[in-house]
């Protein structure tokens, strides 16, 4: 059974920083990817980056660019998200998502962990 499991949210004051980590069990994504999106109250959940795992290359949101970073840990089939500079309209919950291959959609849910930045 493939499993992500998110931690490392929680409640952080405008232009503080938090990392975020989801460690995948049940299978590997060396094919494939991995991201991070989030859904603010109210709003459609959007994308905010991803890595391929197999090189490492990473995208991101236009709205986070600079300020937030993906990164993996092959050994611990785990990634981050290291989220600088943090803003109010960053709030949100976050999610990590996984697929199997770079031309598959993502199939692969985490729970999803609260993010909360005061003003």
Do not use: H
Not at 16 to 37: D, E, P, Y
Not at 42 to 66: L, P
Not at 84 to 96: I, W
């Amino acid at each position: 059974q493939v499993e992500l499991v998110e931690s490392g949210g929680g409640f952080v004051q405008a232009g503080g920083s938090l990392r975020l980590s989801c460690a995948a069990s049940g299978r590997t994504f060396s094919s494939g990817a991995m991201g991070w999106f989030r859904q603010a109250p109210g709003k459609e959940r959007e994308f905010v980056a991803r890595i391929v795992w197999s090189n490492g290359i990473t995208y991101y949101a236009d709205s986070v660019k600079g300020r937030f970073s993906i990164s993996r840990d092959n050994a611990k089939n785990t990634v981050y998200l290291q989220m600088d500079k943090l803003k109010s309209e960053d709030t949100a919950v976050y999610y990590c998502a996984a697929k199997s291959t770079l031309l598959a959609s993502y199939g692969y849910w985490g729970q999803g962990t609260q993010v909360t930045v005061s003003s």
